[in-house]
T-cell receptor, first 114, second 113 residues
């Protein structure tokens, strides 16, 4: 059972374009949704995160949009740059209690062409 | 403040050998999570530890895998009698008490020949 579904699997965007990656979750108990960026041979790096009490969060060129009723959230990368080429993972966890284990999507390989 | 450290970065083992993977959390972080990443897959939770305690090992295979986080020293993920299917990247992440943000190490890439 895949609790977090991520799409597309791969994405090619031209420099300056907008990259959009979507995720859908099943467990309504999830209340913390981070995005991680991973370069080849490196560990995932926390990029941006959102809680369900807000519908949008923006940090620089990166924006998370959150739709609680649809159980979906997405990452938008504005003015995409070749340096953004990486694999992006969405994830979800439950902040309540003390176990914050993350459930990840399968990842999106983003290629930004110059 | 140094980030999460993992060693070795690459580990090659023959089938049947033991693999020991180490993770030193960030300073001030007492919670450690281990995840496994198979090729073309996302990261899968394996185990969550606090100092001297295993909190959740629901993602660990029932046999051959064990983890510990002693009072002193790094967290260890131990895989006994490795098989080819254990070949993967193993990441640990740490967080401070009461904080849900996790910071990942660079990973250990295990290859079983």
């Amino acid at each position: 059972q895949q609790q977090v579904k991520q799409s597309p699997q791969s994405l090619i965007v031209q420099k300056g374009g907008i990259s959009i990656i979507n995720c859908a979750y099943e467990n309504t108990a999830f209340d913390y949704f981070p995005w991680y960026q991973q370069f080849p041979g490196k560990g995932p790096a926390l990029l941006i995160a959102i809680r369900p009490d807000v519908s949008e969060k923006k940090e620089g060129r990166f924006t998370i949009s959150f739709n609680k009723s649809a159980k979906q959230f997405s990452l938008h990368i504005m003015d995409s740059q070749p340096g953004d080429s990486a694999t992006y993972f969405c994830a979800a966890s439950i902040r309540g209690g003390s176990n914050y284990k993350l459930t990840f999507g399968k990842g999106t390989l983003l290629t930004v062409n110059p | 403040n140094a980030g999460v450290m993992q060693n070795p970065r690459h580990l090659v083992r023959r089938r049947g050998q033991e693999a020991r993977l180490r993770c030193s959390p960030m300073k001030g972080h007492s919670h450690v999570y281990w995840y496994r990443q198979l090729p073309e897959e996302g990261l899968k939770f394996m185990v969550y530890l606090q100092k001297e305690n295993i909190i959740d090992e629901s993602g660990m295979p029932k046999e051959r895998f064990s983890a510990e986080f002693p009072k002193e020293g790094p967290s260890i993920l131990r895989i006994q009698q490795v098989v080819r299917g254990d070949s993967a990247a193993y990441f640990c992440a740490s967080s401070p008490p009461g904080d849900y943000e996790q910071y990942f190490g660079p990973g250990t890439r295990l290859t079983v020949t």
